[in-house]
């Protein structure tokens, strides 16, 4: 059998994009609770260096025009995948622990199905929908094995709202910016989405940047390397390869990818000796794989892909 290495590109970029999602949800609490930088802060830091960054990587690739519609939709992705979406992170995670905020971004893939259909009359097949549920079986099994009892974890009701409505304008970013990821270089699209997402934050988060502690000499090394991480990994390296994915698979595939983000907080914590190993970690992995393998499936069904 042919193997499909474009294919295979967007499922290894959504994968590996989703494990340091996953991390950087330790990460970022950690930062976050300690105070050395607020909601509002935090993201416009992350924003303000993703459009630096971007930009001068844009110096060293060719240059390409953007088409005023395809512009558009740039907006609208960075304005909910980015400064909505990561806003709403930022507040929430404060309330929740993280294994519980990444046991709700895998309603990520349901979401992403119900909009598809909704927006881009997708086909919902039986076949998907037991795809999507297989994968998000994985992460119930995570949670009911008692991570979400860690400590500082709390199931505050305004905290799962607001993970909700982070994962929900995720969802929509991942379904808009398609058309526009299959046609532009990712350095172009995040370049793009970074600068309207920043813009767009200005006038809330810039009379918050006095309050970072981060910012004074208070600050030590360790909350400079987790906001380091947060923007290096997971704001210029995590969103350009899902974007790399989008390019590659349907959004309803990356998104199941969004299961992964469980297991790599939990794995993370047995490295650091916060758990250990457990027979539900690799039943885990191979639930996500079999929810994706079959919604993979599904997609490329002749049938399904004539009457789209």
């Not at 970029?13 to 909601?39: E, H, Q, R, Y």
């Not at 993280?98 to 990520?108: D, E, G, K, R």
């Not at 009892?149 to 709390?154: C, K, N």
């Not at 000499?217 to 390296?237: H, N, R």
């Amino acid at each position: 059998m042919k193997i499909d290495r474009e294919n295979l590109k967007g499922h290894l970029a959504a994968f590996t994009a989703n494990a340091i999602f996953g991390l950087n949800l330790n990460v970022s609490k950690s930062l976050l609770g300690s105070l050395w930088m607020t909601p509002l802060g935090f993201t416009y830091t992350r924003m303000f260096f993703g459009v630096l960054i971007f930009t001068v990587l844009s110096f060293f690739t060719a240059k390409e025009k953007i088409n005023r519609r395809d512009l558009l939709f740039m907006a609208a992705g960075g304005i909910t995948g980015m400064a909505f979406a990561q806003l709403a992170f930022s507040v929430g995670i404060r309330f929740v622990s993280p294994v519980t905020w990444s046991f709700i971004a895998t309603l990520s893939p349901i979401m992403v199905l119900l909009l598809s259909a909704l927006f881009l009359k997708d086909v919902i097949s039986p076949k998907k929908i037991l795809g999507v549920l297989i994968g998000i079986s994985g992460a119930v099994i995570l949670v009911l094995q008692g991570r979400s009892g860690e400590e500082g974890a709390s199931n505050s009701i305004l905290g799962i709202c607001i993970a909700l409505f982070s994962v929900a304008s995720y969802a929509f970013y991942l379904i808009i910016i398609r058309k526009s990821s299959i046609k532009y270089a990712p350095i172009t699209m995040m370049k793009w989405m970074f600068l309207f997402a920043f813009m767009f934050l200005s006038p809330f988060c810039i009379p918050e940047l006095p309050k970072q502690r981060l910012f004074t000499s208070e600050v030590t090394v360790l909350p400079v390397l987790q906001l380091g991480y947060s923007i290096v990994f997971s704001s210029v390296i995590a969103f350009s390869l899902m974007s790399v994915a989008i390019k590659r698979i349907k959004a309803t595939t990356a998104s199941m990818y969004m299961n992964v983000q469980p297991l790599a907080a939990s794995t993370a914590a047995i490295i650091i000796g916060q758990d250990v190993f457990s027979w539900d970690k690799p039943l885990v992995l191979l639930l996500i794989f079999v929810g994706v393998f079959i919604v993979t499936r599904s997609d490329s069904n002749p049938k399904q892909l004539k009457a789209k």
